[in-house]
């Protein structure tokens, strides 16, 4: 089985920081693309910052200048550092990971989210 922890959300004024952690565990042969979605309260699951495995990332335009994504492939972990943090951040975060298995089977896993709540 492979397991997606996410873990560091909590409660942040706005212009704080907080870095959140997504670590996967399991049946891993390979980690590929992944990816931190958030979703706020009344709204649709969007998606927010994603990294390749050779470590080309992407951003939402709402995001960008403020949030980081990273990983460390030794520690199957993927990192989300927010930066100037806003109201309207304020989501579940979650963490989906694309994993490739033995036999060459691709499967994706999302972890069960954490919250992040920015105070104005």
């Known amino acids: 089985q492979v397991q997606v922890v996410e873990s560091g959300g909590g409660l942040v004024q706005a212009g704080g920081s907080l870095r959140l952690s997504c670590a996967v565990s399991?049946?891993?042969?390979?980690?590929?693309?992944m990816d931190w979605y958030r979703q706020g309260p009344g709204k649709q699951r969007e998606l927010v910052a994603s990294?390749?495995?050779?470590?080309?990332?992407t951003y939402t335009d709402s995001v960008k200048g403020r949030f980081t994504i990273s990983r460390d492939n030794a520690k199957n972990t993927v990192y989300l550092q927010m930066n100037s943090l806003k109201p309207e951040d304020t989501a579940v975060y979650f963490c989906?990971?694309?994993?490739?298995?033995?036999?060459?089977?691709?499967?994706?896993?999302w972890g069960q989210g954490t919250q992040v709540t920015v105070s104005s």
């Open positions: 399991g049946s891993i042969f390979t980690l590929n693309t």
């Open positions: 990294i390749a495995s050779a470590g080309s990332t």
């Open positions: 989906h990971a694309d994993v490739l298995r033995r036999f060459g089977i691709k499967l994706d896993y």
